[in-house]
């Protein structure tokens, strides 16, 4: 059955149980941890999405830019569908689930998505690097790294604020 909306007043029994560990007004209620895990659950779509982006463009010998634009539109595209997955497994409808995971991850895939394409445009041959050579996987690598510690504080400061990742938290069961 679908619910046509949750509200996380809702769930005030289940978010009681979590209270300080993934939802608060006051940033210091939001864990280091929590916004690690928060962005470690972004990062994951990104990064499959990305690299997918990164592999297909450069396998087909696209320019920068034509693969820089397919890596971007495929970790949104799996950065919103892991948050979906989960949302919709609560029985949310899905135009409902698309607006969770709008709130939910929009901020912290654009700032690992310019933070990642920003050092693969910058490091020296990462964009015209072939998949079979190490400078390709070291700078992806190093990007996704980079792009993963600089999105944390931006994740913390999100969910301990009622955004970012913590809109998402009413709807685990």
Known sequence: M???AHAPHDHTGHQAHHTGHHTGTDTG???WSTASRATLHCLSGCAIGEVLGMVVGTALGWSAIPTMTLAIVLAFAFGYALTLRGVLSAGVAFRVAF???LAADTLSITVMEIVDNGIMTLWPGAMDA???EPLFWTALALSLGVAFV???PVNKWMI???KGHAVVHPYHH
């Open 2 to 4: 679908q619910h046509e």
């Open 29 to 31: 209620k939001t864990t």
């Open 130 to 132: 072939h998949l079979d």
């Open 150 to 152: 600089l999105t944390v």
């Open 99 to 101: 607006k969770v995971a």
């Open 160 to 162: 301990g604020r009622g």
